[in-house]
């Protein structure tokens, strides 16, 4: 398919993160845009703040008459929708050019020199900080991003079109669309099992991207993975490694090990390992694309992070509140260990929404341990997505597994009231779901008493 020649693009699902990156990309480059969701979001409220025309009902009516034109319009969507999700079925059936998210962002990326970033944690983070560095090199780069971005306040950051930057999704196996020149994977711990029903049907999907890479391309992959490729890590064997780290000020100061050179005296300011290892590979790929290692020491130093990454909402002597999007057992052992780095001695509350039925059945025990590590716990109702209640999953269910006497199922009308009678000083809110609604009420309560 030649995108050139497509004059109007429709988005099912256009207030995803991914999906809206691609809303703002095309309406850049003055194509007619519109689309779908099924709620309201700040997301859909700023795409509309650009006259994009959203609407929030499954129905034919409200499509615009300039989409319903199968020659020129192309239909995009996101694997989230169901497959009997009335204006889907209506553009497949009536002959509409339909291709999911990934298979657009495969088609946009095929002609530029892509650098792709895979794995199960850790890939919107250091997407980001890669577009950034890139960015900031002078790099003629479109980077398509699955978090907002500090440094931009966006999704998408557009500096020209040779070079591509992308978030190599593994849900639904869409980084299958991508043919990237470098590529890193950071991780590949059971997820999404929902899809590829066990471990090892999702170790072979990254087999298969690793294979996706361009024939004189180069792949990364984070020490220990089951995965050939040019190793990263901290304080090991790895071709590229983080030796000599420092904590001034509550900034990083590190070395990189490189087998060429040792850089010294890096800075970067998010909190934990997991953050060094993304901001390592991030470095290590733009040094394979050739940018310049002062330039990019200077951008490391200033980039800021992702939106509901790590991000603090209060930040005083008395109390602090911090909101992540971590959803998988792994994630939540990282944010544990980068805020037990920063404060160590502080009681910590962790209010949890478990993402999916099925990703909370299927971690149950992991979850309950990742818990577990906090000095309190809240638990949330589970957040469906695109599920169905399975039975006996619930997050009482999940509760009875935690292994800590401090802990209460909460209701989110009640939650501000219950974080009241808890005595700790550090609240951290983690979830993937609509946990992220509450932050502004706890914010707003919260800031006037610290």
Known sequence: MNLNSI??????????????????????????????????????????????NIHYQDSISNIDSVFLNPKNTLIVYTPAVPENQLQLSYFKNNHFQVLKRS???????????????????????????????????????TAFLGGISENYNSNLILNGTEVSVVEADEFDRSFLTLTPNIA???????????????????????????????????????????????????EDNSYY??????????????????????????????????????????????????????ELAKALATYKGVKRRFTYHIKTENLVFIDDYAHHPEEINAVYQAIRELYPNKK???????????????????????????????????????????????SKWLLEKVNNKNKKLVNKKELVSQIRKSDAQ??????????SDEVKHIKKEFSIAS
């Open 7 to 52: 004059h109007n693009i429709y988005f099912i699902g256009i207030g995803g993160i991914g999906m809206s990156a691609l809303v703002r990309y095309f309406h850049s480059n003055q194509k007619q845009v519109a689309g779908y969701d099924k709620t309201q979001t700040d997301i859909t409220t700023d795409l509309e703040n650009l006259g994009i």
């Open 103 to 141: 298979q657009v962002l495969g088609l946009i990326t095929k002609n530029t020199f892509c650098l792709a970033v895979a794995g199960t944690h850790g890939k919107t983070t250091t997407t980001s900080i890669l577009a950034h560095l890139m960015n900031q090199c002078n790099v003629p780069v």
């Open 184 to 234: 890193c994977i950071t991780s590949m711990d059971a997820d999404h099992l929902d899809i590829y029903g066990n471990e090892s049907q999702l170790i072979n999907s990254f087999e298969a991207f690793s294979k996706k890479v361009v024939s004189n391309g180069t792949l990364f992959v984070k020490n220990g993975l089951p995965i050939n490729g040019i190793t990263y890590g901290i």
């Open 241 to 294: 490694t983080i030796q000599d780290i420092k904590i001034e000020n509550g900034v990083y100061v590190f070395n990189v090990k490189t087998p060429n050179a040792v850089y010294k005296n890096l800075k970067f300011s998010l909190p934990g390992r997991h953050n060094l290892l993304n901001a390592l590979i991030a470095l290590a790929m733009s040094l394979e694309y050739g940018c310049d290692y002062k």
């Open 348 to 394: 910590v509350l962790a209010i949890f929404q478990p993402h999916l039925y099925t990703r909370t059945r299927d971690f149950g025990d992991d979850f309950a341990k990742s818990l577990s590590q906090f000095d309190e716990v809240f638990l949330l109702d589970i957040y469906p997505a695109r599920e169905l209640p399975i039975k006996g999953i619930t």
């Open 426 to 435: 550090i609240i951290l809110t983690i979830g993937a779901g609509d946990i």
